[in-house]
């Protein structure tokens, strides 16, 4: 087998991983890796039932995925992918050295440094606007929403984070600020238990402000809309006013679609897409 063969010889003969991302349905085939892992961190992304409950039981990090038969040389993409969701959820570091095997459709086995690619530059580049720990914090909040949704439906959001008074001079409130008049530390991103709160209320119409300490601020504001800004095809209200938003002001802008998909905005563009399935 080439996936087996090949991640074996760069187990045993290169410079070791710090984190093995492994994409397949093959139950044999994980536990034939096992033992040539080591120890070594593994996450599996997998859209085999059978793996995803011997993966509870093991107690080894996993994404259950829809991973369709005819993917081709798309399950690369959708690997990458992946692996860049666990790096921004914070499974893995920048400093990690991560080996991908991929056994769906195709074998292959690869090397990430995410030193090069997209999702670290944009961590650095959101950095000189909101700490990258919080950022990190809002982009996990998102993918929830997208996950979990709404009483078993999908639902958008839209959360701007940073240079606040701006934002407020720009918007306008939909509905009394839910979060006004309450103390710091029951509506701040660090503390976990307050992301439910956070959570049902950017799943409402309007935006939801996170300032640059990560404090909630507001929550059903309607954002001003400018026109000079370029979104693709097929995209609505809530990406025009994350794109406009993050144009007339310093703020960085995350968007849930209705489809599932977390959208990151600067200055007025798209600076980074990923789908949460």
Not at 26 to 46: A, H, K, N, R, S
Not at 51 to 62: A, C, G, Y
Not at 160 to 186: L, Y
Not at 258 to 270: A, H, Q
């Amino acid at each position: 087998m080439y996936t087996f063969t090949s991640a074996c010889k760069l187990l045993i003969t290169g410079e070791r991983p710090t984190v093995v991302y492994m994409l397949t349905n093959d139950v044999e085939f994980l536990g034939e890796m096992m033992p040539v892992l080591q120890g070594t961190p593994l996450i599996v992304g997998t859209s085999n039932p059978q793996m995803v409950e011997m993966l509870k039981e093991r107690n080894i990090l996993h994404n259950r995925i829809a991973m369709q038969h005819d993917l081709g040389l798309g399950v690369l993409d959708l690997s990458k992918e992946l692996v860049e969701r666990a790096f921004l959820e914070g499974f893995i570091s920048v400093n990690d050295r991560v080996m991908c095997i991929v056994r769906a459709g195709i074998d292959s086995t690869f090397i990430y440094d995410f030193k090069d690619i997209g999702l670290a530059h944009l961590k650095a580049d959101v950095g000189k606007r909101v700490p990258v720990e919080l950022m990190e914090l809002v982009i996990q909040l998102a993918f929830q929403i997208a996950r979990e949704g709404r009483e078993g439906s999908h639902v958008g959001a839209l959360l701007v984070i940073g240079d606040t008074d701006a934002v407020m001079r720009h918007s306008r409130p939909r509905i009394i600020n839910p979060f006004q008049g309450h103390p710091e530390k029951g509506r701040d991103m660090w503390t976990m238990g307050n992301w439910n709160t956070i959570k049902a209320y950017a799943m409402m119409d309007g935006a939801t402000l996170i300032d640059d300490k990560g404090v909630a601020r507001a929550a059903g504001r309607y954002m001003s809309y400018t026109w000079d800004v370029y979104l693709s095809g097929g995209l609505g209200g809530r990406h025009i006013a994350a794109a406009s938003i993050t144009k007339m002001t310093a703020a960085i802008a995350v968007v849930v679609s209705s489809t599932s998909v977390v959208r990151v905005f600067k200055d007025g563009t798209e600076i980074y897409k990923a789908s949460a399935y």
